[in-house]
């Protein structure tokens, strides 16, 4: 039986005392191996106290000090699991307290912290960890802050074996509305809970399918290309729940990425590209069976529809002008054009191939354009070293008058051959 688990006062001291030694250099690693020993030994009535050594603030601390407090959180909860689960608000609290640290180490510890804690305490409930983490989110005005907490709430949707799937449902649309709000500066990683929620599978109604996608659209034209690439990997994941997805939010969504998917950052390119091809391979209406049983019932009811003389004879020019100006390409046999639906069908997959070819050229001429680019400026620095080489002739003409113009010539002459 260790002297924390005998004397309370013990503990306490012993706590302190290795607190402060952490903003010591010397004595940092070896004060932080014995809290976390201390850590790891602590028995059940013990929780508290030593949570609430953790939660003691001083201004004078720095940041290595608090990462380190954050840290002992995942040490406990990795050790003693389901153990704390009473005291899981506390925990919570510790974290709370260091949201608005500027150092990214000490976030890091957050967002461990937190990820560690809802992978191992597993019986209080889900919204015990989440409810306070989303207070900090939206109520929350420093940048600090709101990045830390949507990172450590996207860890927690992460981490939770069982997130809360209604809970998440009732949450989403408060973050939408956040997203949208000019107040907030976290949109990346506020993005990424977004995601998280996604995967976790809440999107199982329209409503809150559209409202996630437009809301992804609209970000994919943001000007911080973080943000963009948030955004297309928000789309990546609504396509894996496409079954309630209207034809039109698949064009909405296949259109912004067309349009964006040569994006000048090779990261936000490379997302757009690949959320480009879920989308691409999402059923529509267009890319049904002709044989398919709605299709078959359409058909038959245009044609029972008995048509009027006027429309009658406008579609049958259209009819005529639409085979004639894909006769060229195509070359449908009669068979073919006793069948519409077969025809429409591939005459939409050529003009795929078609714009397909197309996205290719335009690759290539980019890809040739930054090689162009590449060469210029290797052409412009030997011409800037030519003309260092000549600066220094000159420069030396100066001094010394006297100097032969055979040397001065041979020094311009050698500068000008890398040239």
Known sequence: MGVEERNPGDLKMRVSSCLSKLSDRDTCPMAANELENIARSLRKESFGLFLRCLSSTDSSEKSPVHRHRVRLLTVMSSAHGDALSSHVPQMISVV???LRDGDSAVRAACVD????I???????????ILKPLVDALIHEQDANAQLAAALCLSAVVEASPEPDTVELKKLLPKILKLAKSDSFKAKPA???FITGIVNAGCLKTPGLFSSVVSTAVEFLTCEEWAVRKAAA????????TSEISSPEQKTLCVTALQNRKFDKVKLVRETMNRALEKWRDVPSELEEDPSSPEVNRRNSAQISSPPSSCSSSNSTITTENATNSFSDVNNPSPRSKKNPNHQDFKELSLVREHLLQIENQQYALLHLLQNFIGRSQKSMNSLGKRVDGLEKALHEISRDPRVSGRRITHVTCCQGEKF
Do not use: Y
């Open 113 to 116: 912290a937190v990820s560690s």
């Open 96 to 98: 709370l307290r260091r």
């Open 118 to 128: 809802a992978a191992h305490v597993k019986i209080p409930p889900f919204s015990v």
């Open 190 to 192: 506020l993005l990424c």
């Open 233 to 240: 990997e928000l789309l990546e994941k609504a396509a894996v």
